[in-house]
Nanobody, 123 residues
Framework: QVQLVESGGGLVQAGGSLRLSCVASGRTFRSYTMGWFRQTPGKEREFVAGFGRVGDSTYYGDSVGGRFTISRDNAKNTLYLQMNSLKPEDTAVYYC????????????????WGQGTQVTVSS
């Protein structure tokens, strides 16, 4: 198993930036393919960014491409999400997740989830 703990959320004005972190403990971090999702009340969990299972390929949701960047530091067992040019519609709870199979964009492929961190973007 792996335990995931997110941090870095908060309140920011539109156009600002935040960097989310997700620290993993338990089994070897590099054994997992990681991703970020977000969710707002009443809506399904939305894919934000993730790694492919081969190499260091990265993928982004249509609404965040070009503004967000996913990265990982295996030495620190940490996943990051750099969020720039934030918009009010980016307001959500952000979750990091880990998987060993399946599709990067499908939340059902992920086996482990963090508790989430709230991001609020004011206009």
């Amino acid at each position: 198993q792996v335990q995931l703990v997110e941090s870095g959320g908060g309140l920011v004005q539109a156009g600002g930036s935040l960097r989310l972190s997700c620290v993993a403990s338990g089994r070897t971090f590099r054994s997992y393919t990681m991703g970020w999702f977000r969710q707002t009340p009443g809506k399904e969990r939305e894919f934000v960014a993730g790694f492919g299972r081969v190499g260091d390929s990265t993928y982004y949701g249509d609404s965040v491409g070009g503004r967000f960047t996913i990265s990982r530091d295996n030495a620190k067992n940490t996943l990051y999400l750099q969020m720039n040019s934030l918009k009010p519609e980016d307001t959500a709870v952000y979750y990091c997740a880990a998987r060993t199979s399946g599709s990067y964009y499908d939340s059902r492929s992920y086996d482990y989830w963090g508790q989430g961190t709230q991001v609020t973007v004011s206009s």
